[in-house]
C-alpha cells in the first residue's frame, strides 16, 4: 500500500479495518495513514474466496480421492507439496477441464490435481539378473534412503552388486540417488560374504522368477 498524495511513501499506519465477505470473494477495506504526510485516505483489497478441486493421491498401487481448497488464480506445478486431510502430497500432474494432462496450470484451469502420498514409505523395483533368469521385488524404503551403483545389498538369501539405477528421469551406471526418486534397481548376484545393507525385512512384494525371451 502506498500513499497517494507523498511520492508512494510505503510508511503507512492502519487506523482500521474490516472484511467485507461475497459468495466468490472477500473484500478487505483499510482506513490508511501516512506516516509522512499524515494523509488519510481509504483503499480496498479484494481476493477471490478458495475454490474446491479434486484431488487423486496415489499410495503405491492405490489411489484415494478428496477435496482441497485452492484460491482459483493460484498457479501450480508438479512437485508442489499439498496438505490435505490425506496428508501431505506431491503434485505429479494436473488434468484440464479440456482433459488436456499438464505440469503447470492456473487453479481454475484445473479439473483434477494427480499426487503421491509422501507420508508413505517410496515403493522401488529390484531386478536381479542370474544369467538370463530374473527375480524380481518391491521394497518399501524411507524417502531419503540413497541406494548407489556398486552397493552390496542382501535380500532374503541373495546378494547383489547394484548395477544400474532407474530414476524417475534417467538410467544411472554411476552415482547415488535417493529412494523417492528411483524406479527400479538392476543387479548381478555376487559371491560375496559382506554386504553394505540389508533390505530382507524391506520386502512389499516378491515377484516370480522370469525367464529371458530367447
Known amino acids: ?55 487423486i493421491v496415489s499410495e503405491n498401487a ?14 501450480l506445478s508438479a512437485g508442489n507439496i499439498l496438505i490435505s486431510d490425506l496428508g501431505k502430497s506431491e503434485i505429479t500432474s494436473f488434468e484440464l477441464k479440456n482433459n488436456k494432462r499438464v505440469k503447470s496450470a492456473i487453479a481454475k484451469d484445473i479439473d483434477t490435481i494427480w499426487a503421491s502420498s509422501i ?33 552390496v545389498v542382501k535380500i532374503e538369501d541373495r546378494i547383489f552388486k547394484v548395477r544400474v539405477i532407474k530414476t524417475l528421469k534417467k538410467k544411472m551406471v554411476k552415482g ?6 528411483i524406479r527400479r534397481v538392476y543387479g548381478d548376484p555376487v559371491n560375496y560374504k559382506n554386504y553394505d545393507y540389508d533390505l530382507t525385512n524391506k520386502i512389499a512384494i516378491k515377484k516370480e522368477i522370469t525367464k529371458k525371451r530367447l
Open 176 to 181: 547415488s540417488a535417493k529412494a523417492s526418486f
Open 62 to 75: 492405490n489411489s484415494k480421492r478428496t477435496n482441497i481448497d485452492i484460491c482459483p488464480d493460484d498457479r
Open 1 to 55: 500500500m502506498e500513499c497517494p498524495v507523498c511520492s508512494g511513501s510505503e510508511d503507512i499506519k492502519i487506523l482500521k479495518s474490516k472484511t467485507v465477505s461475497s459468495k466468490t470473494n472477500e473484500i478487505n477495506e483499510f482506513l490508511l495513514e501516512c506516516n509522512d504526510c499524515n494523509h488519510i485516505f481509504k483503499e480496498s483489497i479484494i481476493l477471490e474466496k478458495p475454490k474446491s478441486f479434486r484431488l
Open 119 to 151: 507420508d508413505i514409505p517410496s515403493r522401488i523395483g529390484i531386478s536381479i539378473n542370474f544369467k538370463g533368469i530374473t527375480q524380481g521385488y518391491k521394497v518399501d524404503l524411507d524417502r531419503e534412503f540413497k541406494i548407489s551403483v556398486e552397493d
